[in-house]
């Protein structure tokens, strides 16, 4: 059994009350002893084995208790959870497992535990169970605070050419190692233009950058970088980052794959925060209770409710039927959220139990999921035209906001519905009747002519919803219930199986004296954005800046982003971290601010390898005497592409699904409504368990979970897909015959020089010309251009190859 209550033992109190009555002590070896043998020591005794860490075999061990603590309080059956286990009431606890005692052993173990829970049986060898000590776990170098370290001084001090560089070369000259060289001015104009836009520098930008940097080195990257933060790519960029952490999708995944149609305008504000560089306090603020903030302007009101989203975007099981389970994962779902993308903590851990590595104890989890319970994320089935987003609030935006877009359904959602049914039911119909027909592997006058009809009708209908009035605009968004409550201790985490009430606040492993503190008649949301954003926190901003170094420099200083526990690894580079954080904090949390610092910073201009001297042990470079080189990202690839062909749509893009009504997604791009287009990938449809190929091929971040680092894979699929994949010829083809047809007078020698200049940002080594020009000057024999063909598989070929793949 495991149990739990309230409430702990000291050493003495286990041998209290050891003398027992005459009366008592022959009910019990007569009544109780044999029972307890019989149903639970099975799973409960020293002899035996123990389930739950409870031993029922001794006083001293249920007393003590399991995992979830004491199993009887003596005197109260009522409040015994062996008592609740054993009638059965509890679906959530239930003991024994296979099948409920009979009416009269229950009546036995209540009596007993009425009577006191007289027992003779003491084993000394079983002790008290220690809690979780806070004030051993605030030692811990992440709950430290924050405290800004003096820069150190370095041997060579014409290495440096910005602060955190001489933490990087001190480290280094400890360990007696020198720096890399610096990479050459193409090299590094590439890493530059992918790490902080996605997007590779065009030729003539190379060529002004590498002239500009024979003369002043310093002032080009400074230029360049300030160029770069300029261009409405960073946002793009930076705002993917970020997107990856929020499970950024356009639906719900899961089982029930709806679509999440307002989702893009939460994208959308991402990438305009980003580039219009909100300080990432103010950033995070909104996110979290963006509902709850003061505005002053309708445009400010809806932007804050739209940040709010952020809390929506999670996987749900919204065809659960148990809705204390649903409304319970959605909380363990968002605390994930908050957990592991803002302060670097496992907090999920602590649902079931103390949490087994990390000072999180079992109610500060329940202290936080009362916020989250106070906060309305569902809402109850909505049968409506917004059955892409049922279950979910939504809110209004524009003059009128809720009011308006309530008003507004209470108008039209009966003809919608009735529409939206038919619809529905006639694609149903449609898939059917396809794959009977496939199955039968010929024609079928029946089955084609029932098919017709269907189309016809399908075709109906949809003309019928075009001429329905649009939706006001609205978005997903919490809200704060009408009467916010403090939340009970859910027993080994089961929805239904309370204990104690707990007080809503924060992580006490992190707090401080004069922390915020929430607001009963509130949700308590808006202390809780303002606790994570406080200077005080200690793992907020050391997480963030964690995270920018990890995107620049390809591994964190702390390697494990998303995981700042005991279980994660410490910094490499300790003071570093806390001097970035710290100055990160008095910058007023300036992410470009930030990025800027270490673009133009000496480490991050390092070569990826060392050519001479002593090199550190190993491949990990975790002293950093090198840049590390990285594989582009699936957007860098599916951008660049599209920018080689000419073809990639810049701007911002709106809806990602159009206003026909589609409940589920089930084949992803190619459901009908759910549409690609040549914007950038960022804009694409994010379809949960069917992403676009691309995507999924190169590691992008599991859209259903909160992921500060993706995955590193190098498999067979990947080389298969640039291969043959056909949108790679597509944009190859395109490719070639704008980079490689000759114009008058120009020579082989220069259409090829074009075309590593555009692809990979440098002309061909002469090893590499050796090998291609002489099957590129028989496609300059006499008058004849290059075939179509050549140009394709040409341009394919260095598409293909590592030098394009890979950031040096």
Known sequence: MLLVVAGSFSAASLLEGAEIGTEDLEFFESKI????????????????????????????????????????????????????????????????????????????????VQRGAPDPRIDESVKPKEGIDLEAGRQFWSFQPVEKPEVPVVADASWPREETDRFVLAKLEANGLAPAADADPATLLRRLSYDLTGLPPAPDRVESFVAAFANDPDAAIAAEVDRLLADEGFGEKWGRHWLDLARYADSNGSSFNVVLRSAWRYRNWVIEAMNENLPVDEFIRKQIAGDLLPWETQEERDENLVASAYLMMGSKVLGLFDKDQLQ??????????????????????????????????????YALAGIFTSTRTLNGRIKSPLDDESDLTIRGLGSGGDETLQAFLAENRHAWQ???????????????LERRLREKGGSDPGIEAELAKKRAELAEYEAKWKTFPELPDYVIAPADESEPADTTIRLRGGPTAHGDVVPRGFLRVASWDGQPEVNPSQSGRLKLAEWIVAPENPLTARVYVNRVWEKLFGEGIVRTVDNFGVRGEAPTHPELLDFLAARFVESGWDLKGLVRDLATSRAYRMATTVESGPTEMGIENRLIQHQNRRRLEPEEIRDSLLLFAGRLERGPRGAVVDHLPLTEVNE???DKGVTETDHRTVYQPVIRNAGMDVLEIFDFANPAMPTGKRADTTVAPQALYLMNSPFVHETTAAMGERLMAPEAGETPDAVLAAIFETVISRPPTEAEAAVLMPYFRKQFEGDAMPSEHDRAKLAQALVASTLFQFLD
């Open 668 to 670: 992803g791009i190619g």
């Open 33 to 112: 002893r044999p029972l307890l043998a019989e149903r639970c020591y099975g799973c409960h005794s020293k002899d035996e084995k123990v389930k739950g860490e409870l031993l029922l075999d001794s006083r001293n061990g249920w007393r003590v208790g399991g995992t979830l603590g004491p199993a009887l309080v003596p005197g109260d059956p009522g409040k015994s959870l062996l008592v609740e286990a054993i009638r059965y009431e509890n679906e959530d606890l239930q003991m024994p497992p296979k099948g409920r005692l009979p009416d009269h052993e229950i009546a036995l173990l209540e009596e007993w």
């Open 328 to 365: 319970m994962d959605v909380v363990d779902e968002q605390l994930e959220l908050i957990g592991k993308g803002l302060l670097g903590m496992t907090l999920g851990c602590a649902r079931c139990h103390d949490h087994k590595f990390d000072p999180i104890p079992t109610a500060d989890y």
């Open 418 to 432: 009735k529409t939206e049914d038919r619809i529905y039911g006639r694609a149903r119909d449609i898939e059917r």
